[in-house]
């Protein structure tokens, strides 16, 4: 039988590719309604971007044939600021910090930042005791409390309200700039000073300024704690047994720093917006969250049983996931499901499209918490719901995360009356899924302990 030859995949047509750069977010959760399986996009003759929108091509892109996709070329915008850390390292260099960082998310990690988690929480609500009647911008608050809890469970060091606003101005002023660059291929070189650059560069400086500070006050300390700094610091490499240099340790825990709260704080804001929109999803978060955060804290050894609010963490992140699209690039021409990558060209792993894919997901753009009762989150689905991504680079903070969301929201919906201010909030789709100026609550009455 003559060997069947691979197709190229369709290619978005211009007008669509015009109207869909203004709504990302709508284009992408609804691409694989039309393009099952994978689309060309990108500009015609200058940039070719193949959208994966397909759970077999996903797992073979992330997982089967990794090596031929490294990350994209993208994250050399991201790389301006965090260098070579975990995100947007690459090969072997990758793997050799991969398995030296792994070890400090382990179990023993995950205990103490539970009761990290439950202590910020409770700082959150003592301060929102004395704000009840007044209007919070919800996603800012969160931030505040993921960074401090970051801060602490990885480097011990408490973060003052002026480093909290020094990273949050920063952060997001960087990370609307990678996505301006992201966007537009024809951008002038970094080392043009163009005011753009300039500002980054300021950006960058004050960040650096701050970690720099984390990483040298731990090297003055006589009995250090054990967490990840203290990993990074002591590691030493097998081949060498010499340690880390100065700026591959900043490298990482600016990474760490970034990727382990702006993710967190998009899906806390995103969970409670629908959860305000969605009443009764709320009133029975509220009654599991009552047994196990009402008249006491919650415990690490609770957080099993959770099992409604594990539903609706992972329904929300399914709806809005707070990464989109992971970005990979085709080394080698490839060949996969009956379709040619060519070499050389940008692959996006359409998270959101697989999320709201028609022949997976059944009223895919409804909130239902319950669809996750029976759905194997480890068996074949891992590529159809990958909010952590998938295969070998898939999230290292994602027990992390899922612990300090499951502990906040318990705690909030059984200590929290809040009312949504914010009415139909938009998604804004840069490097993370953002609430266009965060979702707004007015606080109504608060129960501390
Ligand atoms: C809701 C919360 C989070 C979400 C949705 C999320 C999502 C993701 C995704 C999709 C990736 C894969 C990117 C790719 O393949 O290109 C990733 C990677 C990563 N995440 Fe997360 N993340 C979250 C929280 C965290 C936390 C809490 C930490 C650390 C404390 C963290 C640290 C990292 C790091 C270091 C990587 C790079 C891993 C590697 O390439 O080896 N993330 N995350």
């Given at each position: 039988?003559?060997?069947?030859?691979?197709?190229?995949?369709?290619?978005?047509?211009?007008?669509?590719?015009?109207?869909?750069?203004?709504?990302?977010?709508?284009?992408?959760?609804?691409?694989?309604?039309?393009?099952?399986?994978?689309?060309?996009?990108?500009?015609?003759?200058?940039?070719?971007?193949y959208?994966v929108?397909?759970?077999?091509i996903a797992q073979y892109v992330l997982q089967k044939n990794y090596r031929n996709f490294p990350k994209a070329k993208?994250y050399?915008?991201?790389?301006?600021?965090?260098?070579?850390?975990l995100?947007t390292n690459d090969g072997d260099n990758w793997h050799m910090q991969r398995t030296?960082?792994?070890?400090?998310?382990?179990?023993?990690?995950?205990?103490?930042?539970?009761?990290?988690?439950?202590?910020?929480?409770?700082?959150?609500?003592?301060?929102?005791?004395?704000?009840?009647?007044?209007?919070?911008?919800?996603?800012?608050?969160?931030?505040?409390?993921?960074?401090?809890?970051?801060?602490?469970?990885?480097?011990?060091?408490?973060?003052?309200?002026?480093?909290?606003?020094?990273?949050?101005?920063?952060?997001?002023?960087?990370?609307?700039?990678?996505?301006?660059?992201?966007?537009?291929?024809?951008?002038?070189?970094?080392?043009?000073?163009?005011?753009?650059?300039?500002?980054?560069?300021?950006?960058?400086?004050?960040?650096?300024?701050?970690?720099?500070?984390?990483?040298?006050?731990?090297?003055?300390?006589?009995?250090?704690?054990?967490?990840?700094?203290?990993?990074?610091?002591?590691?030493?490499?097998?081949?060498?047994?010499?340690?880390?240099?100065?700026?591959?340790?900043?490298?990482?825990?600016?990474?760490?720093?970034?990727?382990?709260?702006?993710?967190?704080?998009?899906?806390?804001?995103?969970?409670?917006?629908?959860?305000?929109?969605?009443?009764?999803?709320?009133?029975?978060?509220?009654?599991?969250?009552?047994?196990?955060?009402?008249?006491?804290?919650?415990?690490?050894?609770?957080?099993?049983?959770?099992?409604?609010?594990?539903?609706?963490?992972?329904?929300?992140?399914?709806?809005?996931?707070?990464?989109?699209?992971v970005g990979r690039r085709s080394a080698q021409k490839d060949e996969v499901?009956?379709?040619?990558i060519?070499a050389g060209s940008e692959v996006?792993v359409?998270?959101?499209?697989?999320?709201?894919?028609?022949?997976?997901?059944?009223?895919?753009?409804?909130?239902?918490?319950?669809?996750?009762?029976?759905?194997?989150?480890?068996?074949?689905?891992?590529?159809?719901?990958?909010?952590?991504g998938g295969g070998p680079r898939i999230?290292?903070?994602?027990?992390?995360?899922?612990?300090?969301?499951?502990?906040?929201?318990?705690?909030?919906?059984?200590?929290?009356?809040?009312?949504?201010?914010?009415?139909?909030?938009?998604?804004?789709?840069?490097?993370?899924?953002?609430?266009?100026?965060?979702?707004?609550?007015?606080?109504?009455?608060?129960?501390?302990?």
């Amino acid at each position: 039988m003559p060997a069947i030859k691979p197709q190229t995949p369709p290619r978005l047509p211009l007008g669509l590719l015009l109207e869909s750069m203004k709504k990302v977010f709508n284009m992408l959760t609804v691409a694989p309604q039309k393009y099952p399986d994978m689309l060309i996009t990108g500009i015609p003759g200058l940039r070719t971007v193949y959208m994966v929108n397909n759970p077999d091509i996903a797992q073979y892109v992330l997982q089967k044939n990794y090596r031929n996709f490294p990350k994209a070329k993208g994250y050399e915008v991201l790389a301006l600021l965090l260098g070579k850390g975990l995100v947007t390292n690459d090969g072997d260099n990758w793997h050799m910090q991969r398995t030296l960082i792994q070890p400090a998310f382990h179990r023993e990690t995950l205990r103490r930042i539970s009761n990290i988690t439950v202590t910020a929480t409770n700082q959150l609500l003592q301060r929102w005791k004395a704000q009840e009647g007044q209007e919070i911008n919800f996603t800012r608050e969160m931030a505040e409390v993921t960074i401090d809890i970051v801060a602490k469970s990885l480097f011990t060091t408490d973060v003052t309200a002026n480093h909290i606003q020094t990273i949050w101005k920063n952060v997001n002023f960087l990370n609307e700039s990678a996505d301006a660059m992201l966007r537009n291929p024809v951008h002038l070189p970094w080392i043009f000073p163009t005011p753009r650059h300039l500002k980054m560069r300021r950006s960058i400086a004050e960040l650096d300024e701050l970690v720099y500070g984390i990483i040298n006050r731990r090297k003055l300390e006589k009995n250090p704690p054990p967490d990840l700094l203290q990993l990074l610091l002591d590691a030493r490499y097998e081949e060498t047994g010499k340690g880390m240099n100065d700026l591959q340790i900043r490298d990482e825990v600016m990474t760490i720093f970034l990727a382990g709260h702006e993710t967190t704080v998009n899906a806390l804001s995103w969970t409670w917006y629908l959860l305000k929109k969605h009443k009764g999803a709320e009133e029975k978060l509220k009654e599991e969250s009552i047994k196990f955060a009402g008249e006491r804290d919650p415990a690490f050894e609770d957080v099993p049983a959770m099992i409604y609010g594990k539903n609706v963490m992972n329904e929300s992140m399914r709806r809005y996931p707070p990464v989109p699209v992971v970005g990979r690039r085709s080394a080698q021409k490839d060949e996969v499901s009956g379709y040619l990558i060519k070499a050389g060209s940008e692959v996006a792993v359409n998270i959101a499209g697989l999320h709201h894919h028609p022949a997976y997901w059944p009223d895919a753009f409804e909130f239902k918490p319950e669809r996750f009762e029976h759905f194997d989150l480890k068996g074949d689905n891992r590529f159809i719901f990958m909010p952590f991504g998938g295969g070998p680079r898939i999230c290292i903070g994602n027990n992390f995360a899922m612990l300090e969301m499951q502990l906040i929201n318990s705690m909030l919906a059984s200590r929290v009356d809040m009312e949504l201010v914010s009415e139909d909030v938009k998604p804004i789709a840069l490097v993370t899924l953002k609430p266009e100026n965060g979702v707004v609550m007015k606080l109504k009455k608060i129960k501390t302990r």
